[in-house]
T-cell receptor, first 114, second 111 residues
Framework: ETGVTQTPRHLVMGMTNKKSLKCEQHLGHNAMYWYKQSAKKPLELMFVYSLEERVENNSVPSRFSPECPNSSHLFLHLHTLQPEDSALYLC?????????????FGPGTRLTVT | GNSVTQMEGPVTLSEEAFLTINCTYTATGYPSLFWYVQYPGEGLQLLLKATKADDKGSNKGFEATYRKETTSFHLEKGSVQVSDSAVYFCALRYSNYQLIWGAGTKLIIKP
């Protein structure tokens, strides 16, 4: 595997389910990001981790819970979601958070909440 | 506040046509400007960037010039191909990692 991978690629879940999205980067980067991409709306930055420490949480509802066990892996735990949470969730990584390094994106997980 | 506005799509062109996708921004200070591309089923990829006024970013035949006087960063390509069909995002960076994104413009190239 190379670059940034995300699993699953597609997920359908009910509002009472609990699921997790997984991201793995194979680039040796130190910073990882979760974005939400909704149709015809700009990307929204949800969370930022730098060296496994959460450094940004942009007023995201608590039904989204990130976890970064090491610098290569990032999870987004989902519970009691709402239909408006249906979107493409993108993971990205960069060498460092604060140097303005290019962010490399995974292919995303297409989430549908029913 | 900082914002990015880009033209709504989809933009549909024939192969070998000239492409322009408009992007304008509002920002305090001197942000860096970017174009990202998202091919079907893939994540976003950096296409080109410019870090100061009058800089021209270029890659794969695409170009964009950082115009401070018109606060614009329009994407152009002289002759598009079917393989250029994708969604294109304009973005500005106002801190070391915070990016402000446009809503994206879908480009469809017909053979």
């Amino acid at each position: 595997e190379t670059g940034v991978t995300q699993t699953p690629r597609h997920l359908v879940m009910g509002m009472t389910n609990k699921k997790s999205l997984k991201c793995e980067q194979h680039l040796g980067h130190n910073a990882m990001y979760w974005y939400k991409q909704s149709a015809k709306k700009p990307l929204e930055l949800m969370f930022v981790y730098s060296l496994e420490e959460r450094v940004e949480n942009n007023s995201v509802p608590s039904r989204f819970s990130p976890e970064c066990p090491n610098s290569s892996h990032l999870f987004l735990h989902l519970h009691t979601l709402q239909p408006e949470d249906s979107a493409l969730y993108l993971c990205a990584s960069s060498q460092d958070r604060d140097r303005g390094d290019e962010q490399y994106f995974g292919p995303g997980t297409r989430l549908t909440v029913t | 506040g900082n914002s990015v506005t880009q033209m709504e799509g989809p933009v549909t062109l024939s192969e070998e046509a000239f492409l322009t996708i408009n992007c304008t921004y509002t920002a305090t200070g001197y942000p860096s400007l970017f174009w990202y591309v998202q091919y079907p089923g893939e994540g976003l990829q950096l296409l080109l960037k410019a870090t100061k006024a009058d800089d021209k970013g270029s890659n794969k035949g695409f170009e964009a010039t950082y115009r401070k006087e018109t606060t614009s960063f329009h994407l152009e390509k002289g002759s598009v191909q079917v393989s250029d069909s994708a969604v294109y995002f304009c973005a500005l960076r106002y801190s070391n990692y915070q990016l402000i994104w446009g809503a994206g413009t879908k480009l469809i190239i017909k053979p």
